[in-house]
């Protein structure tokens, strides 16, 4: 133990040494002590009072002593564990009066490791010191236990928000700062110096900051720092970084579809969002009468477009809503979408096939009138004459006498529904056929036909009937080759009767053909004479050659058989 206290004696004589001019006083070292809530420091209280009666250390916390000398005592404090301990060094001199004792300014934080130093005779005096300086050291150990930052919202461009960095379990706060960090660039520092809180808390710092488009994919972050130099070290610690995400969504979502739509049919739906970013991370959501419906998605540069093919099963009004979110921005676009059922038209007639002059029913209905909705339609019969009859709804009848003429004709039902400022229309149709005897007249089989020697013709003779009549044509008995081309002879000359049937009858007329050929062009045709002046020609063969040498004229129109002739300008032959 003498080594030891003569070191420590030649240490404080030194010290006393210098100080023999000055007051009698007492101190402490480390005179900043710096400890770790609950652990233990050292403490050395010294005097440079060379009479010294008696000294100790006064404390609330539990103390240990560590190592005594004529001017100085040790103690060890276990277990710190008061924020606001002020340990106080005294000493009494027997030739000083109430000499002011020392107050030992403590740091304890939150957490550290701290140093234990036992002093002990057996220990030298530069060991001793060497074991204080290390107590100091090994005091400041320890980071902050734990700094996070609050998970950092997707950020709508444009707008504020608050970011919040937590600090668990740190002391002294007077010591702290709080940095913001974005890009590994500081935002934002916060320091507590004037904090008087003594014991370890756990708080948040917030920040406040402005979302930029550029901050997208950006790593964001917070660090606290304790800082307890001189007497101690810098202790950092930071939290995770975060990458930020930052959105554009100026407007509304636009939801295209047809706002009036028939049952049972499919309809396009889109829903285009534009100006997004980033336009690839929008989420969207079709919902039709509150059932989600199946889409597909299309990007292009900062716009994107969910679209679905929609089938409507319901016939009223019902919702239409697209939804499209990116990030913390929700926008929503709805749309009212009618689906109207129009009657399942048919049209009977109670006589598809009817007789001529018989009556025809003919009914236009809906083949499922309880499925239709409660409105009014506009119904019309029709051919291709018009309207035939007309009303509100269905069923609509009309009544009509078979004519020949109604034969193939189309009657239709036409439904009308006015929705949504435009109408629509439904239409189906029936064929009638009539059923009639066979019908002749000149147009179907001329009563006269001239013909010309030598020339091709046709004997054509047809009726008109349903079903098509069966046509024969005789000549005294004798069947006649109707409709084939024929190379004229004057025996086809004279009348034929001409016979047509189908079950519902038959109908006579007779055809006279009349051939001509040149002998009758030269008994009967007007002669126009030489020089223009009559001449009477009495000869058959000069009248051959007038014929043959001048034009035949037709001066009348009796027959072809008996021409007038204009006296003083014509010869008649």
């Given amino acids: 133990m003498q080594p030891l206290l003569s070191c420590l004696l030649a240490w404080l004589a030194a010290a006393t040494a210098q100080e023999t001019l000055e007051q009698p006083?007492?101190?402490?070292?480390?005179?900043?002590?710096?400890?770790e809530y609950g652990s233990s420091v050292t403490l050395n209280c010294s005097t440079n009072c060379q009479s010294v009666l008696s000294g100790g250390l006064e404390t609330n916390l539990e103390k240990e002593p560590a190592g005594e000398?004529?001017?100085?005592?040790?103690?060890?404090?276990?277990?710190?564990?008061?924020?606001?301990?002020?340990?106080?060094?005294?000493?009494d001199c027997s030739d000083v009066e109430d000499m002011k004792p020392h107050r030992v300014n403590f740091t304890v934080y939150r957490k550290s490791r701290a140093g234990i130093v036992h002093l002990s005779s057996l220990i030298s005096f530069s060991e001793f010191c060497f074991a204080l300086e290390q107590a100091g050291r090994n005091s400041l150990g320890r980071i902050p236990s734990l700094v996070e930052l609050d998970p950092v919202p997707v950020m709508e461009v444009g707008k504020s928000y608050t970011l919040t960095c937590r600090v668990s379990d740190v002391a002294p706060i007077q010591n702290l700062s709080v940095t913001f960090l974005k890009g590994g660039k500081e935002l934002h520092v916060e320091t507590y110096e004037k904090n008087v809180t003594r014991e370890a808390i756990s708080f948040g710092v917030q920040h406040v900051i402005t979302a930029q488009?550029?901050?997208?994919?950006?790593?964001?972050?917070?660090?606290a720092a304790l800082d307890l130099r001189p007497e101690g070290h810098l202790f950092e610690k930071a939290s995770l970084g975060q990458s930020m995400k930052?959105?554009?969504?100026?407007?509304?979502p636009q939801l295209n579809t047809v706002r009036h739509v028939e049952l049972n049919t499919f309809a396009m739906v889109t829903c285009e969002v534009a100006g997004v970013?980033?336009?690839?991370?929008?989420?969207?959501e079709l919902t039709y009468a509150g059932t989600r419906v199946t889409f597909s998605v299309n990007v292009l540069g900062d716009s994107a477009m969910a679209h679905a093919q929609l089938l409507f099963l319901a016939a009223g009004k019902s919702s239409l809503k697209c939804t499209v979110s990116l990030g913390p921005v929700t926008k929503i676009a709805e749309e009212e979408v009618n689906v109207y059922r129009l009657p399942d038209l048919f049209l009977t007639m109670d006589h598809q096939e009817a007789l001529v002059n018989n009556s025809v029913n003919v009914v236009c209905e809906d083949s499922h009138p309880e499925d239709t909705q409660p409105r009014t339609f506009s119904t019309q019969i029709r051919n291709s004459k018009g309207v035939l009859a007309s009303g509100?709804?269905?069923?609509?009848?009309?009544?009509?006498?078979?004519?020949?003429?109604?034969d193939g004709q189309e009657f239709t039902c036409q439904v009308e529904l006015e929705t949504g400022g435009r109408p629509v229309i439904r239409t189906t149709s029936e064929v009638l056929t009539v059923y009639y005897g066979p019908q002749m007249n000149n147009s179907t089989c001329p009563s006269v036909l001239t013909w010309k020697v030598g020339s091709m013709e046709t004997f054509s003779c047809s009726a008109l009937g349903n079903p098509k009549p069966k046509?024969?044509?005789?000549?005294?008995?004798?069947?006649?080759?109707?409709?084939?081309?024929?190379?004229?002879?004057t025996d086809h000359q004279g009348s034929y009767t001409c016979n047509a049937s189908n079950p519902h009858g038959f109908v006579v007329t007779s055809v006279t053909i009349h051939v001509e050929d040149q002998m009758s062009y030269k008994r009967s045709g007007c002669i126009e004479p030489f020089g223009g002046k009559p001449q009477q020609e009495t000869g058959f063969e000069r009248s051959r050659e007038l014929v043959y040498e001048h034009r035949s004229i037709r001066a009348g129109s009796i027959d072809l058989c008996g021409v007038v002739c204009l006296p003083g300008s014509y010869y008649c032959l």
Avoid: M
């Fill in 25 to 35: 006083f007492v101190s402490a070292w480390p005179e900043k002590p710096v400890v």
């Fill in 246 to 252: 930052s959105v554009v969504f100026p407007s509304n």
């Fill in 471 to 489: 046509i024969e044509c005789n000549k005294y008995g004798v069947l006649y080759n109707i409709s084939v081309p024929l190379h004229v002879t």
């Fill in 392 to 406: 509100d709804g269905l069923p609509l009848q009309f009544t009509l006498t078979a004519r020949e003429e109604d």
């Fill in 213 to 223: 488009r550029t901050d997208h994919g950006e790593e964001i972050g917070c660090r």
């Fill in 69 to 91: 000398g004529p001017t100085w005592k040790a103690f060890r404090l276990v277990n710190v564990n008061d924020w606001e301990s002020a340990p106080s060094c005294y000493f």
């Fill in 277 to 284: 970013f980033p336009a690839e991370e929008a989420q969207f």
